[in-house]
């Protein structure tokens, strides 16, 4: 939501940055596999894992692997050819 105080400028403003602050960022910071969310997954099998942020999807696919995700879905906002996205 936009602040009225600030208005519309500061809100497309502020977009702009953190988007750029994202845009130069090496790719291997949005495609490193994160262990330590893997190693946080509740025990059981079949689990559904729904990742915001998900970069290049490398995680997700991480998860698969153990055998103990059945379905995993990221969503991400930036598109990053040669990654695990369309995975």
Do not use: C, W
Not at 13 to 29: C, G, N, P
């Amino acid at each position: 939501p936009i602040n009225p105080q600030t208005g519309l400028a500061a809100a497309v403003l502020s977009r702009f940055f953190t988007m750029h602050q994202y845009a130069v960022k090496e790719q291997t910071y949005f495609t490193n596999v994160r262990r330590d969310l893997i190693r946080l997954l509740p025990p059981g099998e079949n689990l559904r894992v729904l990742e915001i942020g998900a970069g290049g999807g490398d995680t997700l696919v991480a998860m698969k692997q153990t055998g103990r995700v059945a379905e995993a879905v990221g969503v991400e906002l930036f598109e990053l050819p040669g990654s695990n996205q369309d995975h």
